[in-house]
């Protein structure tokens, strides 16, 4: 083949994203998109990529990410660096059943108050709809390429507020409609938040309507679950019948069948040292599931801790009024029996939870880093009234790292089998803003940890199939259109990585072993210099 590419990335190792055997050739790009795949020395270019002895690897898919309160800053592209350092070129945005659309005058204020833990600074929503939203990232320019979820929280939201019941037929209807339309307008799926406000509201045949109107648009239905330990405040009676965990997997698989829709659950982790021994039956659920023709997959990230708010492991009754509950003295003297025996229950230790940020308050600041059992002898306190000082002072904003999550730092038995799993999507699931000094280790170092760790260093996996389950996989489920493989056509968003060095560099700190990243045929990480460019990521849209 003859002809000169706009660049050729020479002397490579392709691992190409579908999970083949890597071999050696060389990408020639033109435009923006992968033109050719060569053998090495048969193509020249107007620029060449010198990649002898590393891997040339499709950008990472970062399937569940919460990045979608700072696209629409125009600094987004400095505070997300990180995800382009580790070699992240497109974001899956809209989960856990909050997005930036749609909204009406009212329900601005509500989404607000749910997206608080993941903003850097509050914006003015200039759209309703999905279809402004997405025009309106893509005007102001975005630096990955973004697919949006439309919410079933922010939906719900936008047609009956955060009302703590189920819909009416009308509003019902309202709710299929806003999510076919939104859906309609370029958003890749719903995705649902039952654990969080309004999505725990909601019940199985809301949830079984709204699947089935996914399924009739051919696209994904995403859950953040009810619950991801043994024993939850989410189902009654709590101490009968199987395990919360595996119950609302149970729930999601039947909806998704009743429905017909994809479902993808998302971060499927393990909280609290009992619960642990339930993710051979999950697993197994999910593995009959599939065998009975649902089309299930999950997502997880490579880490013992998770971030989310404060608030996410209060049970209902307190977070419906919760500025009123959580001060009277009736409601804490119950929170704090059933709390005890929650976390009793779940063996989850107040050393387990760290205050990361606490929502911007001053008072807060100096607990920042420390867990709860810290806190509580820092303040001379019991420790749940430490936990819950920082949750009132903070209206329930405060954001935590809970540990615990499918394994600690003597157990990893729950984590390595999930993350082995072929059904599972590789993701940050980070909350990424510049607010507080503490961050999740995965807004640094997820993907080179599983490719470093998991695949290389413990064997979990072969690099083709841990690249697999980061590019094609996640892009192919969620539908993403031209990203996800190396091959001709598809966009040229690539990963340069030495496998031999590729890694975690250490808290906050950049990854190591990633050479260069390229958003659509351009550097924009070189050696851990980001060059940004808010013109070269694309606002995705379902067609
Ligand atoms: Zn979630």
């Known amino acids: 083949m003859t002809g000169e590419f706009d660049l050729v990335v020479r002397g490579g190792d392709i691992i190409d994203g579908t999970g083949r055997p890597r071999f050696a050739a060389d990408v020639g790009i033109q435009e923006g998109r992968v033109a050719a795949l060569t053998v090495p020395g048969a193509i020249t270019g107007r620029a060449t990529l010198d990649a002898r002895g590393l891997v040339v690897a499709p950008g990472f898919v970062d399937i569940h990410s919460h990045a979608d309160w700072l696209l629409p800053l125009e600094d987004h592209g400095e505070i997300l ?7 992240v070129t497109s974001l899956v945005v809209g989960n856990c059943g909050h997005s930036l659309a749609p909204v009406t005058e009212d329900s601005t204020r509500l989404a607000d108050a ?18 402004e939203m997405l025009d309106a990232v893509e005007a102001r320019g975005v630096a990955f390429n973004v697919g949006f979820l439309a919410g079933h929280g922010t939906i719900r939201q936008s047609v009956m507020g955060n009302a703590p019941r189920a819909p009416s037929q009308g509003e019902l209807d309202a709710l299929r409609r806003a999510t076919r339309d939104a859906l309609r307008e370029g958003a890749f799926g719903l995705s649902a938040g039952l654990a969080y406000k309004p999505g725990v509201f909601a019940k199985s045949d809301e949830l079984a309507a709204l699947c089935g109107v996914v399924a009739d648009e051919g696209a994904i239905f995403t859950v953040h679950g009810r619950a991801y330990v ?4 989410f189902y009654k009676p709590m101490l009968l019948g199987k395990p919360h965990n595996v119950r609302s997997v149970d729930e999601l698989v039947t909806a998704a069948k009743q429905g017909g829709a994809r479902l993808q659950l998302s971060h499927q982790i393990f909280i609290g040292r009992r619960t642990w021994r339930t993710y051979p039956t999950v697993l197994r659920r999910i593995e009959e599931a599939v065998a009975a023709g649902v089309d299930v997959a999950f997502d997880a990230f490579p880490y013992t801790v998770g971030n989310t708010t404060i608030n996410a492991i209060l049970p209902e009754w307190v977070l419906d009024h919760f500025e009123e509950r959580i001060r009277d003295p009736k409601v804490l003297a119950r929170l704090r029996r059933e ?3 929650f976390r009793l229950a779940l063996g989850l230790d107040w050393s387990d939870i760290t205050v990361t940020w606490g929502g911007g308050q001053a008072s807060l600041e100096p607990l920042e880093g420390l867990h709860i059992a810290a806190i509580a002898k820092k303040l001379g306190v019991s420790p749940f009234d430490a936990y819950v000082h920082v949750s009132r002072e903070s209206s329930g904003s405060a954001r935590v790292l809970i540990g615990t999550y499918s394994g600690d730092d003597t157990n990893e038995e729950p984590l390595r089998a999930v993350l082995s799993h072929r059904l599972c999507a590789f993701e940050t699931d980070t909350i990424l803003t510049r607010r507080g000094r503490f961050h999740n280790p995965a807004s640094f170092g997820t993907f080179p940890r599983v490719l470093g760790r998991y695949s290389r260093d413990l064997g979990l996996f072969s690099l083709e199939e841990a690249v697999r389950r980061m590019t094609s996989f996640p892009a192919e489920r969620v539908g993403l259109p031209g990203v996800g493989r190396l091959a001709p056509g598809y966009a040229a968003d690539l990963v340069l990585f030495d496998p031999r060095l590729v890694g975690e560099g250490g808290p906050n700190a950049p990854p190591v072993g990633i050479n260069k990243v390229l958003l659509g045929g351009h550097v924009v990480v070189d050696r851990g210099v980001t060059h940004l460019d808010r013109s070269r990521g694309r606002v995705l849209r379902r067609r």
């Open 339 to 341: 709390f005890t025996m």
């Open 81 to 87: 660096a990180p995800m382009l350092r580790q070699g």
């Open 114 to 131: 749910s997206s608080e833990i993941l903003r850097d600074r509050a914006f003015p929503y200039t759209w309703r709809s999905t279809a």
């Open 230 to 233: 043994w024993i939850s405040p």
